[in-house]
């Protein structure tokens, strides 16, 4: 009988156990998910804009089981330091531009060559469509969570630019990866931060920026330059990645909720990125009446033959990579058509 009663114990302290190992399991899966998501531009740029709306959704879609805490203006990982901050998990994710380290990103780098993109939405899509496509092993250590670009980029001048020839010899401020392009235009490059040149366009000594246009409400860059003049070259192109090991880490549900926004946010971060230009311009007619300009159709035309050197240059250069270089770049151009027609301006 006491053997009886031993045996009938054993068994309910079985149960007990196990039962309290499922109430830890579930306890465990109930508990919330904690990620650090860093970015490097100022609150309120479109980069970090999109940023919020996503831990938003994310939290939104997982019914609070993920929380993201947002890291904006370089305050968690510096803007260079990035995508290495990701990999080795000072950060969980982090949104970065791949044109910050010339040569590394070469697969994506050929979204931000002076083919003509004439929106973010194209550009974006292109850029998205792009690294589906060729899964680069540049991003081999981490998970892709969104890709998108920079509006095209213009010349925001003092005086008018009806013309190519109008460019020749002018000097305006240009962030490095835009240097080539605008040297091919005519225009002589001038690297300076962008906080000194407001001050640099008063002085005489820039004439105007070439940056994407919505730096003309942001920054205030109306105040100074009266004119736009559309060119649209080259842009920047930038992907939202995760640490490799806290993607594993992830429940399957969660994954999928990431995976399910993956092209969602991407398409919503351009439209936002357009939507933003357009009003940046109407704000500065309003504002400042300031005035956009069209080159005529014979310039238009030529700025594809004046950009080719720089296309080749790349071509050249990534194919040494062991890249199918010339296939990625006609690929860029295919994307390029296929999504002027799917946002018809």
């Given at each position: 009988?006491?053997?009886?009663?031993?045996?009938?114990?054993?068994?309910?302290?079985?149960?007990?156990?196990?039962?309290?190992?499922?109430?830890?399991?579930?306890?465990?899966?109930?508990?919330?998910?904690?990620?650090?998501?860093?970015?490097?531009?100022?609150?309120?740029?479109?980069?970090?804009?999109?940023?919020?709306?996503?831990?938003?959704?994310?939290?939104?879609?997982?019914?609070?089981?993920?929380?993201?805490?947002?890291?904006?203006?370089?305050?968690?990982?510096?803007?260079?330091?990035?995508?290495?901050?990701?990999?080795?998990?000072?950060?969980?994710?982090?949104?970065?531009?791949?044109?910050?380290?010339?040569?590394?990103?070469?697969?994506?780098?050929?979204?931000?060559?002076?083919?003509?993109?004439?929106?973010?939405?194209?550009?974006?899509?292109?850029?998205?469509?792009?690294l589906e496509k060729y899964n680069p092993k540049e991003f081999e250590g981490v998970k892709i969570l969104a890709a998108f670009t920079s509006p095209p980029s213009s010349f925001m001048t003092k005086t008018p630019?009806?013309?190519?020839?109008?460019?020749?010899?002018?000097?305006?401020?240009?962030?490095?990866?835009?240097?080539?392009?605008?040297?091919?235009?005519?225009?002589?490059?001038?690297?300076?931060?962008?906080?000194?040149?407001?001050?640099?366009?008063?002085?005489?000594?820039?004439?105007?920026?070439?940056?994407?246009?919505?730096?003309?409400?942001?920054?205030?860059?109306?105040?100074?330059?009266?004119?736009?003049?559309?060119?649209?070259?080259?842009?920047?192109?930038?992907?939202?990645?995760?640490?490799?090991?806290?993607?594993?880490?992830?429940?399957?549900?969660?994954?999928?909720?990431?995976?399910?926004?993956?092209?969602?946010?991407?398409?919503?971060?351009?439209?936002?990125?357009?939507d933003h230009v357009t009003e940046a311009v109407a704000w500065s007619k309003q504002k400042y009446n300031h005035q956009?300009?069209?080159?005529?159709?014979?310039?238009?035309?030529?700025?594809?033959?004046?950009?080719?050197?720089?296309?080749?240059?790349?071509?050249?250069?990534?194919?040494?990579?062991?890249?199918?270089?010339?296939?990625?770049?006609?690929?860029?151009?295919?994307?390029?058509?296929?999504?002027?027609?799917?946002?018809?301006?």
């Amino acid at each position: 009988m006491k053997r009886e009663r031993l045996i009938a114990l054993s068994i309910i302290v079985f149960f007990m156990c196990g039962f309290t190992a499922v109430l830890s399991g579930v306890a465990r899966s109930q508990a919330t998910i904690h990620l650090n998501y860093a970015n490097f531009p100022p609150e309120g740029t479109f980069p970090c804009v999109q940023m919020e709306r996503w831990a938003k959704e994310v939290e939104k879609r997982t019914t609070g089981k993920v929380k993201v805490h947002t890291f904006p203006g370089g305050t968690l990982v510096s803007a260079k330091n990035m995508f290495d901050g990701v990999q080795s998990g000072i950060t969980d994710i982090g949104n970065f531009a791949m044109s910050y380290q010339p040569g590394r990103f070469l697969v994506s780098e050929a979204i931000s060559l002076p083919v003509g993109f004439p929106s973010s939405k194209v550009a974006s899509m292109a850029l998205y469509d792009l690294l589906e496509k060729y899964n680069p092993k540049e991003f081999e250590g981490v998970k892709i969570l969104a890709a998108f670009t920079s509006p095209p980029s213009s010349f925001m001048t003092k005086t008018p630019v009806r013309t190519l020839k109008d460019l020749k010899g002018m000097e305006v401020r240009v962030s490095g990866t835009l240097a080539d392009a605008v040297q091919a235009l005519g225009a002589t490059p001038v690297a300076m931060p962008q906080s000194d040149t407001p001050e640099a366009i008063q002085k005489g000594v820039v004439k105007g920026i070439v940056s994407s246009i919505e730096v003309l409400k942001d920054f205030n860059f109306a105040a100074y330059c009266p004119y736009t003049t559309i060119v649209n070259i080259a842009l920047t192109d930038f992907t939202v990645v995760m640490n490799k090991t806290k993607w594993n880490s992830l429940p399957p549900d969660v994954k999928k909720v990431f995976d399910d926004l993956k092209r969602e946010q991407s398409e919503w971060t351009a439209k936002y990125v357009d939507d933003h230009v357009t009003e940046a311009v109407a704000w500065s007619k309003q504002k400042y009446n300031h005035q956009v300009l069209q080159l005529p159709a014979s310039d238009k035309a030529e700025i594809p033959k004046l950009m080719k050197p720089i296309i080749d240059e790349y071509i050249k250069r990534a194919k040494s990579e062991g890249l199918p270089s010339a296939e990625i770049v006609k690929d860029v151009y295919a994307l390029k058509a296929k999504y002027e027609k799917v946002y018809k301006e």
